[in-house]
């Protein structure tokens, strides 16, 4: 078994809404569960012991997870396990993946993107002050608490921790994971700390600010010879009406050389935070 402190009998503890699928994952199924004792709403994701590679994996993902305690992180609560599935009891979030809202709309304008990327960059620094790497940054990997709140009054979770490892003391990560989209080029290399969240970070505000990710081609080798090369632009037309300190912390976030690159922390102080802009009046 995975892990004798599991606890068992999940039918017996929670309902699970079977047809309230929430969303797939590789080897899960997210549905809406309530405990029956309290009445909480949940997230359960149901892994297939089958389908798990390596159950050291798991294993990863649920320490890393259950150790985290932030309002930008989604919380797990429990974890159980049958003989053929392992269940992670999670906060339940109703409003979908950042993912398909930036695919709704072209830009979220600097107001949206910055009440976004305040709780990004929040949630970031907060797995790096414990030492972890997310290594899987994505607007897939960022869920909408509310439902139907717009953009810049809701609050975001990360999830999935299937990718994040603890950073080695006086080391550093070598194995190449990630997306192709926001793989920061330190990975390509084979040598990189959790300086590689930050640059994710930044693909994420580009992407938010004019709807396309700064590399981009049809094939992923065509985007990682383009990461490779740090080259990106922020010249085109949707740019023009974007401040300049949006520009200086994307600049400061896709900076090539990790060792000089922003960290979350210091992003979050970052002058593109300091004003609260007025709607459509231009920042400079
Ligand atoms: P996998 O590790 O298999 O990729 P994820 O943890 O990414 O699984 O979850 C798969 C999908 O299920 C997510 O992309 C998301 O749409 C949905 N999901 C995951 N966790 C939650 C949650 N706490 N609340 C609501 N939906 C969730
Ligand atoms: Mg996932």
Known sequence: D?????EQNIEERFDLDEKAKLGDGAFSVVTRATNRATGAVRAMKSVLKSRVQKVEALKNEIDLARDMDHPNIVRLYGIYEDPRHVYLVMELCEG?????????????????????????FASVAYCHSKGIVHRDLKPENYLLYDKDKPLDQTLL???????????????????????????????????YTEAADVWSSGVIMYIMLCGAPPFNADKDSDILRLVKKGQ???????????????????????????????????????????????????LD
């Not at 993946?97 to 107001?111: H, I, Q």
């Not at 037309?237 to 050389?257: N, P, Y």
């Not at 690159?261 to 935070?273: G, N, P």
Request: aromatic letters at 8%; glycine letters at 8%.
């Open 2 to 6: 995975m892990n004798d402190g599991y």
């Open 157 to 191: 979770k990360l999830i999935d921790f299937g990718l994040a490892k603890p950073l080695p003391e006086a080391g550093c990560l070598r194995t190449r994971v990630g997306t192709a989209y926001y793989v920061a080029p330190e990975v390509l290399a084979q040598a």
């Open 96 to 120: 979908g993946e950042l993912f398909d809202r930036l695919s709704e709309v072209y830009s979220l304008g600097e107001k949206g993107a910055r009440a976004c990327m305040r709780q990004v």
């Open 232 to 282: 990106y632009s922020m010249e085109s037309g949707v740019w023009r009406t974007v401040s300049t300190t949006a520009k200086s912390l994307i600049k400061a976030c896709l900076e090539m050389d990790h060792k000089k690159r922003i960290t979350a922390q210091d992003a979050l102080s970052h002058e593109w935070f300091h004003r609260d802009e007025v709607d459509g009046a231009p």
